[in-house]
């Protein structure tokens, strides 16, 4: 069935240091690929999202590129500050037909010391 | 901006209790849905609903139901609260089909049952 896998945290890193999340999903269908991002108390809220395969998507520095040959959605940034300490999911849009349904990994805490 | 309000950010209930939690949301989204979030578990989504007085089951619906009488508001009902369910609830809502997936999340309501 469905499923993502990211990378266990927590990552604890200082400001400005190189970010990488990995995230792998499973190879069924082609489906819509996102990163979601959940501050401190509060609800998730969409990073960036990629629909077909080779797209990259970006916001606040963020980016993930869509690898269907490596069924990857890695997420990088290149100079991370403390507000983006949070936690970040990765998730897959659902095969077979309703793209109602995401599959979330399990998050993966991110911890940014000035 | 996109509003999604959770009536309760915390309760403690009892074993056995009938528990409520309700979700409105301000911007005539046709999708609401339902996850929990456990840690080590990510978010699973328990129920989702894509029209007033529509449901469909998510991936663990069990102990659970849902309500949606007006487009803005879905209810989370938990028949007989057990210890299992202490946990994270979150309500999301998206717009339409081809953006079903674009989710608005709530903050969160964090239910302990003793």
């Known amino acids: 069935g469905d499923s993502v896998t990211q990378m266990e945290g927590p990552v604890t890193l200082s400001e400005e240091a190189f970010l990488t999340i990995n995230c792998t999903y499973t190879a069924t269908g082609y489906p819509s690929l996102f990163w979601y991002v959940q501050y401190p108390g509060e609800g998730l809220q969409l990073l960036l999202k990629?629909?077909?395969?080779?797209d990259k998507g970006s916001n606040k520095g963020f980016e993930a590129t869509y690898r269907k040959e490596t069924t990857s959605f890695h997420l990088e940034k290149g100079s991370v500050q403390v507000s983006d300490s949070a936690v970040y999911f990765c998730a897959r849009e659902h095969s077979g037909g309703s793209n109602y349904k995401l599959t979330f990994g399990k998050g993966t805490l991110l911890t940014v010391n000035p | 901006d996109v509003k999604v309000t959770q009536s309760s950010r915390y309760l403690v209930k009892r074993t056995g209790e009938k528990v409520f939690l309700e979700c409105v949301q301000d911007?005539?989204?046709?999708?609401m849905f339902w996850y929990r979030q456990d840690p080590g578990l990510g978010l699973r989504l328990i129920y989702f609903?894509?029209?007033?007085?529509?449901?469909e089951k998510g991936d663990i619906p069990e102990g659970y139901s849902v309500s949606r009488e007006k487009k803005e508001r879905f209810s989370l009902i938990l028949e007989s609260a057990s210890t299992n369910q202490t946990s994270m609830y979150l309500c999301?809502?998206?717009?339409?089909?081809?953006?079903?997936?674009?989710?608005?999340f709530g903050a969160g309501s964090r239910l302990t049952v003793l």
């Open positions: 911007m005539d989204h046709e999708n």
């Open positions: 990629a629909t077909k395969a080779d």
């Open positions: 609903s894509y029209d007033v007085k529509m449901k």
């Open positions: 999301a809502s998206s717009f339409g089909k081809a953006g079903a997936n674009v989710l608005t």
